[in-house]
């Protein structure tokens, strides 16, 4: 075969190739067109769920902040007695305790509601809770503290809030469940929360609900288990008034 045919076959078959190229073109473009496109909204879809949720988490971190700020705010101190011309209050602080605790406790809730599935959002409601305690609302504060539980899933506030809600109940002289809620903390290996403070808790309950025994073998459970523990000497104060 001489090389003037041999070159003119090989430029047939790459016209060849070129033309079933084109008509494989022509016949998937528009699912090729699709595919890209679908991608395309696809990656514009993650890019906005991310910088939505960039934006929601630093909106809630603010609100959080804000209302840390009020609950850390100092409380200006009573004037002495027969003092003409009180000192003027220093900025940002409150005239008493109560004042403050209410001022923090709306930011808490706000904050709370604003972004309720956020890691601050749930935090804002815990320190809404505590707030509720500190200012004797005891009702609304077992409310939040039971939506931090069923919002917080496996984190940390959701074992905070159990514990904040055990607290309250031995408060309220209902030993048993809290004390149900503190054996269920303090045996739990994957708790977050330092098991020797919870032990604490269930002795001085098992205390005061006149289970002794109870409460002996849990304060010696902390001196035993944990020597080191800052709980350790008040568990032996403990251990040696149950005994006098």
Not at 18 to 30: D, F, I, N, S
Not at 177 to 182: D, E, F, L, Q, V
Not at 211 to 219: E, I, L
Request: aromatic share 6%; hydrophobic share 45%.
């Amino acid at each position: 075969m001489k090389s003037t045919e041999r070159h003119r076959l090989k430029e047939n078959e790459v016209a060849y190739t070129v033309l079933r190229a084109r008509e494989g073109l022509e016949t998937y473009r528009k699912p090729i067109i699709a595919g890209i496109l679908a991608v395309a909204l696809l990656v514009a879809a993650v890019v906005g769920v991310v910088l939505w949720r960039q934006r929601v988490d630093t909106n809630a971190r603010a609100l959080l902040a804000e209302a840390m700020a009020v609950a850390d705010a100092p409380v200006a101190a009573p004037p002495a007695p027969g003092t003409a011309n009180p000192p003027a209050p220093q900025p940002g602080s409150y005239p008493t305790e109560k004042a403050k605790n209410e001022a923090a406790l709306q930011k808490f809730i706000v904050a709370a509601d604003a972004h309720p599935a956020s890691t601050s959002g749930i935090a804002a409601r815990y320190h809404a809770a505590a707030t509720l305690v500190a200012l004797g609302r005891t009702k609304e504060a077992l409310q939040r503290y039971q939506e931090v539980v069923d919002r917080a899933g496996a984190s940390i506030y959701a074992d905070m809030a159990k514990l904040g809600i055990a607290n309250v109940q031995a408060a309220a002289g209902q030993y048993d469940t809290a004390i149900n809620t503190y054996k269920e903390l303090s045996s739990r290996k994957d708790s977050p929360l330092p098991v020797d403070g919870v032990l604490m808790q269930l002795g001085r309950t098992y205390a005061q609900a006149g289970k002794g025994g109870d409460a002996r073998q849990t304060f010696k459970r902390i001196v035993d288990e944990f020597p080191q523990s800052p709980y350790a000497s008040l568990a032996t104060r403990e251990l040696e008034q149950i005994k006098g």
